[in-house]
C-alpha cells in the first residue's frame, strides 16, 4: 500500500488536496498567516511541504508540535482559507505509514522494526551464501523455468525467485534501517516541542531567487528557520532523475537578510547527500512511475511466493519422493521373493 502511498491518499482525500482554480496566488507569507491563527497560542513550526503545481492543488502547510504529533492544513491558495487538516495518524495511509515504522508505539515500536530488519538482513545474507552458486546463473537467465519437468519446475522456481527477492529485499532492508535510525534518533530522549522561529522574509522573492540561482528548478516546499541562526530552505528539482526525489535540491537564504547563503544542487552534492536523496525512493520505489510501482509491489509479495514454493519442495521430498522410493522399495522386495 505505501509504494502507492500518493495515488491512494489523493484519491481517498481528494476534496482536501483540489481547489476550484482563481485568477492570482496570494503570498504564501499570507497562507502561512492563516494557518498560524488555527495553531495559536502554541507557535508549533510551520513548513509548507507541498506548493500547488497546478491551478486545481491545495498548498500543504505542516505544524510540527513534535517528533510525534503533526497536523496538515490544505491551504486555498487564491483565499488563504483552509479548506481542510488532519494530524498525521488521523487517516488510513498515515497510520499504514506510521505503522510500517513504528508499529503505532512511538520509539519503542521503531526498535522493535530495527531489530526485525536487522534479523531480516542476516536471513537475506544466509540466503546469499546457500544461493552463492546459482547467482550468476540466475542474473544471466540462464536457469529456466522447465515448468513441464515435474521434478524441477518448483525447484527452479524457487531459486529464480530465491535469487532475485535476496537482491530486491537486501535494497529495502538496507534503505529500511538507515530510515528507521532516523525515526529513533529523532525520539532520543524527552520529546521536546518545535516552536516556530518568526522571519519578516518575502517567501514568494526567495522562491524567485531561488529559480534563478538553480535553472530550471521546480520549486516544490519551503522551510523556515528552527533555530535563530537556520537558513530559510526552498527545495525543489530541477529536471534530475526522479531517483533523487522531488526535494533533492535546495537554496539556502539567510533569515535575516534574505541574502543567498548556499545553493545545493543535487548534481554537485555530495556523496553522503545523495545517497540520503535516493534511499526513500528505493525504499518505496518512487521513482518509475506507475510500472516501476508495479513491480515494486509484485517484488515485495516475492517472500510469499518464496513460502509456497519452498513448501511445496519439502512436501515433494518429505512425503512424495520418498513414498515413491518406499514403493519401489516394496516392489523390489516382492521380485526378490
Excluded at 89 to 110: E, Q
Excluded at 288 to 293: C, Q, V
Excluded at 313 to 331: D, E, P, V
Aim: hydrophobic share 45%.
Amino acid at each position: 500500500m505505501l509504494v502507492f502511498n500518493d495515488e491512494l491518499d489523493e484519491a481517498l482525500y481528494h476534496s482536501a488536496y483540489h481547489i476550484s482554480p482563481g485568477k492570482n496566488y496570494l503570498p504564501l507569507q499570507q497562507q502561512f498567516q492563516a494557518v498560524r491563527q488555527l495553531v495559536q497560542p502554541d507557535q508549533p513550526y510551520l513548513m509548507a511541504t507541498r506548493l500547488p503545481q497546478s491551478p486545481d492543488e491545495t498548498t500543504i502547510i505542516r505544524a510540527e508540535y513534535d517528533a510525534e504529533r503533526k497536523v496538515y492544513f490544505f491551504v486555498n491558495p487564491y483565499t488563504a482559507q483552509v479548506v481542510g487538516q488532519r494530524g498525521n495518524t488521523d487517516y488510513f495511509m498515515g497510520k499504514v505509514l506510521y505503522f510500517h515504522f513504528s508499529l503505532l508505539s512511538g520509539k519503542t515500536g521503531a526498535q522493535i522494526i530495527l531489530v526485525m530488519a536487522i534479523l531480516l538482513a542476516i536471513s537475506l545474507l544466509t540466503g546469499a551464501w546457500i544461493y552463492r552458486h546459482a547467482f550468476g546463473k540466475v542474473l544471466t537467465f540462464r536457469v529456466k523455468l522447465e515448468w513441464s519437468h515435474r521434478n524441477r519446475r518448483w525447484r527452479n522456481l524457487h531459486r529464480i525467485l530465491g535469487v532475485w527477492a535476496i537482491l530486491f529485499n537486501l535494497v529495502i532492508v538496507i534503505t529500511g534501517i538507515i530510515m528507521v535510525q532516523k525515526v529513533i534518533d529523532s525520539r532520543k530522549g524527552k520529546l521536546t516541542a518545535s516552536k516556530e522561529i518568526p522571519t519578516n522574509l518575502d517567501y514568494d522573492r526567495l522562491v524567485t531567487e531561488a529559480r534563478k540561482a538553480i535553472p530550471g528548478l521546480t520549486v516544490m516546499g519551503v522551510r523556515p528557520p528552527k533555530k535563530a541562526d537556520a537558513p530559510v530552505r526552498i527545495l525543489g528539482h530541477a529536471g534530475e532523475s526522479p531517483i533523487w526525489g522531488q526535494f533533492a535540491s535546495s537554496v539556502y537564504f539567510d533569515n535575516k537578510t534574505g541574502e543567498i547563503q548556499k545553493v545545493a544542487a543535487i548534481h554537485h552534492a555530495k556523496f553522503a547527500d545523495k545517497f540520503a536523496a535516493i534511499v526513500p525512493q528505493l525504499h518505496f520505489g518512487n521513482y518509475g512511475g506507475l510500472p516501476l510501482k508495479i513491480i515494486w509491489s509484485l517484488f515485495g509479495l516475492a517472500p510469499g511466493l518464496l513460502s509456497l514454493s519452498g513448501f511445496l519442495i519439502w512436501y515433494r521430498r518429505k512425503f512424495i519422493i520418498t513414498s515413491q522410493r518406499k514403493s519401489i522399495h516394496k516392489g523390489s522386495l516382492i521380485t526378490d521373493k
